[in-house]
Nanobody, 125 residues
Framework: VQLQASGGGLVQAGGSLRLSCAAS????????MGWFRQAPGKEREFVSA????????YYADSVKGRFTISRDNAKNTVYLQMNNLKPEDTAVYYC???????????????????WGQGTLVTVSS
């Protein structure tokens, strides 16, 4: 499985960006797709996830109400719409995939088998 993330960039606080992650896999709908981020000097943290097979979506408290995850199974792509961006959202954003995750593991980066290369989001104040 290969994941290609894109859509990062420089945006002012209060602005919006949409990240995309395209997956090279035949059974995309069976994969739970996650977004994680890592800011300079900090550990990687969970941002959002879309459970496989039409399951639920999940968000970190810090982005709830501002970020929206969605997926297009026909295009093998997951999106992260980020609105009202804040300087503290600045990070490298990674998409991840796994087809064996249980719900309790969705927020754990170590439980995802496949990772994209990351895309940098910079929010200026």
């Amino acid at each position: 499985v290969q994941l290609q993330a894109s859509g990062g960039g420089l945006v002012q606080a209060g602005g919006s960006l949409r990240l995309s992650c395209a997956a090279s896999v035949r059974t995309f709908r069976t994969y739970t797709m996650g977004w994680f981020r890592q800011a300079p000097g900090k550990e990687r943290e969970f941002v959002s996830a879309s459970k496989s097979n039409g399951g639920s979506t999940y968000y970190a408290d810090s982005v709830k109400g501002r970020f929206t995850i969605s997926r297009d199974n026909a295009k093998n792509t997951v999106y992260l719409q980020m609105n009202n961006l804040k300087p503290e959202d600045t990070a490298v954003y990674y998409c991840a995939a796994d087809n064996r995750l249980i719900t309790s593991s969705i927020r754990n980066d170590h439980d995802y088998d496949y990772w994209g290369q990351g895309t940098l989001v910079t929010v200026s104040s």
